[in-house]
């Protein structure tokens, strides 16, 4: 299973499950693929580490870091996109990052149907890739190890 993959089944649940709400969760392509489309993308405001996943509703804005299991990502990446994530926090917003399908799912269909909720579960699955960081001086970070 890749990453795009795993976003792909996710987007998929959505579009099927909440149809009505189709067009409020989307990618963000912040993949470059050369260093001059890499400086073009960025003049025209593309951002590091922004969440692979966005969802808006009314008075909701979501970022969504999808990963799979035993994937390897660098530490300040990983650092940067939790980075991202208590910056949505800070403003009200909410934030998520997991290697779980079912956790991604769950936490969206929390933020549709209980939002109050929504983050202080989304804060306890984090948790998980803070402890990752804190345990490891290693500069590769893998989920689900």
Same mark, same amino acid.
């Given at each position: $299973?890749?990453?795009?993959?795993? %976003?792909?089944? &996710?987007?998929?649940?959505?579009?099927?499950?909440?149809?009505?709400?189709?067009? %409020?969760?989307?990618?963000?392509?912040?993949?470059?693929?050369?260093?001059?489309?890499?400086?073009? $993308?960025?003049?025209?405001?593309?951002?590091?580490?922004?969440?692979?996943?966005?969802?808006?509703?009314?008075?909701?804005?979501? =970022?969504?870091?999808?990963?799979?299991?035993?994937?390897?990502?660098?530490?300040?990446?990983?650092? =940067? %996109?939790?980075? #991202?994530? /208590?910056?949505?926090?800070?403003?009200?917003?909410?934030?998520?990052?997991?290697?779980?399908?079912?956790?991604?799912?769950? #936490?969206?269909?929390?933020?549709? /149907?209980?939002?109050?909720?929504?983050?202080?579960?989304?804060? /306890?699955?984090?948790?998980?890739?803070?402890?990752?960081?804190?345990?490891?001086?290693?500069?590769?970070? &893998? #989920? =689900?190890?």
């Amino acid at each position: $299973m890749t990453e795009d993959r795993r %976003q792909h089944d &996710i987007v998929m649940w959505f579009y099927q499950t909440y149809p009505h709400l189709e067009n %409020q969760l989307f990618m963000v392509q912040n993949n470059t693929y050369s260093q001059a489309h890499g400086k073009r $993308m960025v003049a025209m405001g593309l951002k590091k580490n922004v969440s692979d996943l966005l969802f808006f509703g009314k008075n909701i804005f979501a =970022g969504i870091e999808v990963k799979i299991e035993y994937s390897s990502h660098p530490r300040d990446h990983v650092e =940067g %996109q939790l980075k #991202f994530g /208590e910056n949505l926090i800070k403003n009200g917003h909410f934030f998520i990052i997991s290697h779980k399908e079912e956790t991604i799912k769950h #936490f969206i269909t929390l933020l549709i /149907e209980s939002p109050e909720k929504a983050q202080n579960y989304a804060n /306890e699955v984090n948790n998980y890739t803070y402890n990752l960081l804190q345990s490891s001086t290693k500069k590769t970070i &893998i #989920f =689900g190890s």
